[in-house]
RNA sequence: GGUCCCAUCGUCUAGUGGCCUAGGACAUCACCCUCUCAAGGUGGAGGCACGGGUUCGAAUCCCGUUGGGACUGCCA
């Protein structure tokens, strides 16, 4: 027999969402951990809120991460008639019933009830189904469903807890916790791996499951198991909402995150490596990961900590490697994918593909992000330097020694042999004469000629700009500042 | 309101009855390094929500309290 079958079931109704991405992580570590088989179904059954990029992203978005299924994607809109049939007999077997209460009626009715929710006006009325009624699961009276989560143990959900919820809409329409225990039945699925949030639906689902095994007779399926996966909370313990929170995978990989990095910091959300390394490679998870060491409490996405992570990967990669993630931003009329609103701040003419891979080592260590590449680097390609005004300010336009320590680097930098270790000593001797450290005298010059008050180091950086352009710099700054 | 889940530094976590004077990471602070900014190094501050049990012994087991969260739709 083969191994473990999980799937993960994204509704294509937004942008891929990071708790979506860790929920495809962990079914995949499981997946490959276990010899398993990863299966991906979205689940597109809401018409009205679906669009086809929202499907492609799903796609695109466990390619960025690097998570291959093994089956799929099925669309659950294809399987529409499975979901049919499932209704019909378990309306044929007295598990469903029509309803043609309205909502209004029925709020109507509860109005000053202990328990809100569906009364169960329907349950023996025997209402004719209609394409005004909506088809109702009776549920049991009395008793209690065990859940058996893998992370959290067996939980008991009593049956008079729940109403009897809609399964199939009037207009036809099959809802999630019929579809998806049908689709999970039919798929042979043995672990349902998911959000948290699920946990209190499952107990209808597992009702269903058992009724669809009854109504099949001697085609019983047997249950998956559960686990559900802690919540991914804001700093408002509040779980990650589209609107207030920057839950798209896609911006992550816009601003320049590394996936492997998004996916080590996402592993540790909710489960963590042996040892006290938190940089694992992805090897090492799926070696070690276990649904029973998963966390039971929320865990709040730390941008910090992931930015943390993803420079330390950015520095770990290769000189070559690194310039070549850089492409889509300093490149990215080169490339495939490019970051979405953002041009680089050079044009193709500008750039100088030879020059950038010198500078490379300079900024590769002080990125936390892809994204931070341009701006740290603009000053070696565009003609007019983007100035960072205040800084100006401060270092050149206020500061009473600048101008005669510029004209000062000038008639030095005319005359000193173009080397970084060269200009180093010239400007510390420049600074010498009057009375400033090296501290004090680099600082108008680095933003004279590139713009701000912090970047790359400024020797080795004029070394690679060249004598001309330095110099010319250092005059235009001299006109700026109106000295 | 009801059902359910959860509870270790600010945050993510290690810890499964004695190795805990509670370990690591991010963030934070100080110092070192230093041409800026980073990176790196060293060190510091910072936590078992509370109360009862059980036990020779509890962060760890049980009960309660408090606090937080999820769900409670003809959404998924």
Not at 448 to 476: H, I, M, N, Q, Y
Request: net charge negative; hydrophobic share 40%.
């Amino acid at each position: 027999m083969s191994g473990p079958r999980v799937r993960f079931a994204p509704s294509p109704t937004g942008y891929f969402h990071v708790g979506s991405a860790r929920t495809s992580l962990f079914n995949w570590l499981f997946a490959r951990q276990s010899g398993g088989t990863f299966v991906l179904r979205i689940e597109d059954t809401d018409v009205e809120r679906n669009r086809d990029e929202w499907h492609d992203g799903i796609i695109s978005a466990l390619r960025w991460l690097g998570l291959d299924f093994d089956e799929g994607p099925f669309l659950q809109s294809d399987l529409l008639s499975d979901h049919v049939a499932a209704a019909n007999a378990l309306l044929a077997h007295g598990y469903l019933y029509a309803c043609d209460c309205t909502r209004e009626a029925i709020d109507e009715r509860i109005k000053g009830n202990a328990t809100p929710g569906y009364d169960g006006y329907c349950r023996d009325r025997h209402v004719a189904r209609t394409d005004q009624t909506a088809l109702r699961f009776r549920v049991p009276d009395d008793g209690t469903t065990i859940v058996h989560d893998i992370i959290r143990g067996d939980v008991a959900f009593p049956h008079d807890s729940y109403e009897d919820f809609i399964v199939v809409k009037s207009n036809g329409v099959v809802l999630f916790p019929l579809a998806n225990a049908v689709d999970d039945r039919s798929m042979n699925i043995t672990h349902v791996i998911r959000g948290e949030d699920l946990l209190p639906t499952t107990p209808k689902q597992v009702l269903m499951w058992e009724a669809l095994n009854e109504c099949d007779g001697v085609a019983s399926v047997a249950l998956p198991l559960y686990a559900h996966l802690p919540m991914l909370v804001n700093e408002q313990r509040k779980k990650l909402s589209k609107r207030k929170d920057p839950v798209a995978v896609e911006s992550y990989e816009d601003q320049g995150y590394l996936p492997e990095a998004f996916v080590n910091y996402l592993a540790l959300l909710g489960w963590s490596p042996r040892g006290d390394e938190e940089i694992v490679a992805l090897a090492t998870m799926i070696e070690q990961f276990r649904l029973e060491d998963v966390a039971h409490s929320p865990a709040f996405f730390d941008v910090k900590k992931l930015t943390h992570m993803n420079g330390e990967y950015i520095r770990a990669l290769s000189l070559g490697e690194f310039v070549r993630r850089c492409a889509p931003w300093v490149q990215p009329w080169s490339s495939a994918w490019r970051p979405s609103d953002r041009d680089a701040p050079w044009t193709e003419e500008q750039f100088d593909e030879t020059l950038f891979y010198k500078v490379a080592h300079l900024v590769q260590e002080r990125v936390a992000t892809l994204g931070e590449v341009p701006s740290m680097v603009q000053f070696f390609f565009v003609d007019d330097v983007a100035f960072d005004d205040a800084a100006f300010d401060k270092t050149v336009r206020n500061d009473p020694t600048a101008p005669e320590l510029l004209r000062s680097a000038i008639r030095s930098y005319e005359v000193v042999e173009w080397r970084a270790d060269l200009l180093h000593y010239a400007t510390l001797a420049l600074g010498e004469s009057l009375g400033l450290p090296l501290r004090k005298s680099q600082a108008p010059i680095r933003c004279a000629v590139t713009g701000s008050s912090v970047g790359p180091p400024l020797f080795e950086s004029l070394e690679l700009l060249g004598r001309d352009a330095t110099l010319k710099r250092l005059r235009d700054a001299l006109v700026r500042a109106g000295a």
